[in-house]
Nanobody
Framework: QVQLVESGGGLVQPGGSLGLSCAAS????????MGWYRQVPGKQRERVAT??????????RYADSVKGRFTISRDKTRNTAYLQMNSLKSEDTAVYYC???????????????WGQGTQVTVSS
């Protein structure tokens, strides 16, 4: 069974930094991409950043609202993605969800998997 386990998050003052990590575990054949999404009550979940996991070259994508402030990275050997968040703003407050597009061992196709979510609150 595949699981995404998130860690990090919490409360930080505006202008501060936080880091999130997400580790995929279980019987996995291939992880194609991992990423972070966020959601606030009453709004749709939005993509924050994604990174390819099965390529030698690093391909990343960021939401315009976080470019230059957030950095997504990976450790392919640990099936883990990280999100470093700097210069945090109050509007970054949300529940952050890890996502992975991966193919479990023995499965003919890939599927989306989600973490349980972690709260990030930016407030003075």
């Amino acid at each position: 069974q595949v699981q995404l386990v998130e860690s990090g998050g919490g409360l930080v003052q505006p202008g501060g930094s936080l880091g999130l990590s997400c580790a995929a575990s279980g019987t996995i054949s291939t992880i194609y991409t991992m990423g972070w999404y966020r959601q606030v009550p009453g709004k749709q979940r939005e993509r924050v950043a994604t990174i390819t996991m099965n390529t030698s070259a690093l391909y990343t994508r960021y939401a315009d609202s976080v470019k230059g402030r957030f950095t997504i990275s990976r450790d392919k050997t640990r099936n883990t993605a990280y999100l470093q968040m700097n210069s945090l703003k109050s509007e970054d407050t949300a529940v952050y969800y890890c996502n992975a597009d991966l193919q479990p061992l023995g499965s003919p196709r890939s599927s989306d998997y989600w973490g349980q979510g972690t709260q990030v609150t930016v407030s003075s």
